[in-house]
């Protein structure tokens, strides 16, 4: 499955557009972690535990965009967008939404150019 954030993907073109495709992800930390992250916290720096936990949140749903665009028959997703959000104490959600297309590869000239 190719994805893009583009709405084109080079080499390629569009046949067919199948819809609006939308994955989404919703994560926390546990208390062990919520402790770990204060103590980043403390210390100052880059928090390490929450940009992990954001990271599998995101492949989460880029996973889940990706089943929905599959069930809809589509060889890609472009013009994907992430949206990041939490509610609550510590819920992470992640959001990522695209239009799920069938695209095919461009044809080249005779002289392969």
């Known amino acids: 499955m190719l994805i893009s954030t583009t709405p084109s993907i080079p080499g390629f073109r569009i046949v067919k557009v199948l819809g609006v495709v939308t994955?989404?992800?919703i994560r926390t930390?546990?208390?062990l972690g919520r402790f770990a992250a204060s103590i980043e916290a403390l210390v100052g720096g880059r928090a390490e535990s929450y940009i992990s936990?954001?990271?599998k949140?995101?492949?989460e749903a880029v996973q889940d965009l990706v089943n929905e665009a599959w069930k809809l028959g589509a060889n890609a997703v472009v013009g994907v967008d992430f949206e990041t959000s939490e509610i609550l104490e510590g819920f992470i959600i992640v959001t990522a939404t695209g239009t799920a297309v069938l695209v095919e590869p461009e044809q080249q000239g005779p002289q392969g150019k």
């Open 23 to 25: 994955g989404m992800s």
């Open 29 to 31: 930390r546990g208390a």
């Open 53 to 55: 936990e954001l990271k």
């Open 57 to 59: 949140t995101r492949d």
